[in-house]
């Protein structure tokens, strides 16, 4: 298109439509699409347009050249705000954003001095040194992306506002602090639902709340040169009666242990199950596992088969 080498007038790589152009178009398009291709025309800016069909050499920059099919809100896309803008203002480069970030932690190193009698083998000396992930985390917020006609502009970013990284007085918070401790629940004095609780995000009370039922309990024999070597198969079904629903399987020597992760298996396979009215199916579905063949007819309300 000549955007990539050389600079010509926007006007001249952008031409409007003539009048046999317009033709031409007006036998494949209705008239209400012509009228919305002319408006499209006079919305589009050449310059614009000119400008983003570029090679960039900011630090965003990708690694092949944008065929402008899809757009990148955070890098095509300017973010509007109030009050004038730097006519100036663009993206930092590469070299320029390593440097502003190496700068940043410069000054935390400086600030915080490794002692000479500092000991690495001690854990909790080695948690204090600074830079620490905080200090890395931070860096997101206060290490500027845009630079302008003045230098760099620290109050303005291209990213969306995150959320507060302010990790060292949100932990001197005693509620903050109360609500990350890890206590004992007598309901699970073994904290078997710890990982499941911290992976789905679900508490103690959802968890013990969903219906869990075993469908398959059996023992397994599995021939090893050493000898049978039995174990426990179990199968087990969960949901929560609002259309989630969810399989899981476990084996294990120990009876009680399989039945546990069995049921953590169930929770965290559950699904969203599309119903009708919130009490059945939509039509019927059929599957087939081997020789067992099932059949699943949605039903009117009130109507109940054994």
């Not at 989630?244 to 992760?261: D, P």
């Not at 965290?268 to 063949?293: C, D, H, L, W």
């Amino acid at each position: 298109m000549g955007l990539v080498s050389g600079k010509p007038p926007a006007r001249e790589i952008f031409k409007p439509y003539d009048e046999e152009e317009k033709a031409i178009l007006a036998k494949k398009y209705t008239p209400e699409q012509m009228r919305a291709i002319e408006a499209a025309e006079e919305a589009i800016d050449p310059q614009d347009l000119q400008e983003r069909g570029v090679l960039r050499s900011d630090w965003g920059r990708l690694e092949y050249l944008d065929d402008f099919s899809e757009i990148a809100p955070t890098i095509d896309k300017r973010v509007k705000r109030e009050g004038p803008v730097d006519p100036k203002e663009r993206l930092m480069s590469l070299e320029e954003y390593r440097d502003h970030y190496k700068e940043f932690f410069t000054k935390i190193m400086e600030e915080n001095p490794v002692p000479e009698d500092f000991d690495y083998e001690d854990p909790e000396q080695r948690a204090k040194i600074r830079p620490n992930r905080a200090d890395m985390l931070r860096a997101f917020d206060e290490v500027p992306d845009l630079i302008g006609s003045n230098g760099p502009l620290k109050d303005q970013t291209m990213l969306a506002p995150g959320v507060s990284r302010d990790f060292e007085s949100a932990l001197d918070d005693p509620e903050v602090a109360k609500s990350t401790e890890e206590e004992e629940d007598p309901r699970d004095p073994d904290g078997r639902y710890d990982l499941l609780r911290k992976q789905t995000g679900l508490t103690l009370d959802e968890i013990l709340d969903y219906r869990v039922k075993i469908l398959v309990n059996h023992r397994v024999v599995n021939q090893t040169r050493l000898g049978k070597i039995s174990s426990q198969y179990i199968l087990a079904i969960a949901g929560n009666g609002r259309g989630r629903l969810g399989l899981g399987e476990a084996k294990g020597q120990e009876i009680e242990e399989t039945l546990s992760n069995a049921r953590i298996q169930a929770i965290r396979n559950m699904q969203p199950i599309p119903r009708y009215e919130e009490r059945t199916i939509f039509g019927e579905v059929e599957g087939k596992v081997s020789a067992v063949e099932v059949k699943l007819m949605s039903r009117p309300p009130g109507k109940f088969l054994s």
